[in-house]
């Protein structure tokens, strides 16, 4: 069973920067994508950005030029730096990563969640 831990989250004030992390752990082999989503109350879970484990990336249009995902393979280990952020960025972000491990082959797992409340 692979577990994904995010940290991070919290509340800030319009324009200011937060800064998540989500650290893989159990008996894993290798990561291929690992990645983010939010999903605010009424709405669905959206993908904000994700990254291969070549360091490609893509980005929602929403935030690109505000955020930057980067990852430390040695760690098993994705971040998202969130800058200039805005009210609608409000949510609940959710770390996800997919590869091998010995436990059960291919894996495909969902952290549990970091609240980021953006408002004055």
């Known amino acids: 069973q692979v577990q994904l831990v995010e940290s991070g989250g919290g509340l800030v004030q319009p324009g200011g920067s937060l800064r998540l992390s989500c650290a893989a752990s159990g008996s894993i082999l290798s990561v291929n994508d690992m990645g983010w989503h939010r999903q605010a109350p009424g709405n669905e879970r959206d993908l904000v950005a994700r990254?291969?484990?070549?360091?490609?990336?893509n980005y929602a249009d929403s935030v690109k030029g505000r955020f930057t995902i980067s990852r430390d393979n040695a760690k098993n280990t994705v971040y998202l730096q969130m800058n200039s952020l805005k009210p609608e960025d409000t949510a609940v972000y959710y770390c996800?990563?997919?590869?091998?491990?010995?436990?059960?082959?291919?894996?495909?797992?969902w952290g549990q969640g970091t609240q980021v409340t953006v408002s004055s």
């Open positions: 996800k990563a997919e590869g091998r491990s010995l436990a059960s082959g291919y894996f495909y797992s």
């Open positions: 990254i291969t484990s070549t360091g490609a990336t």
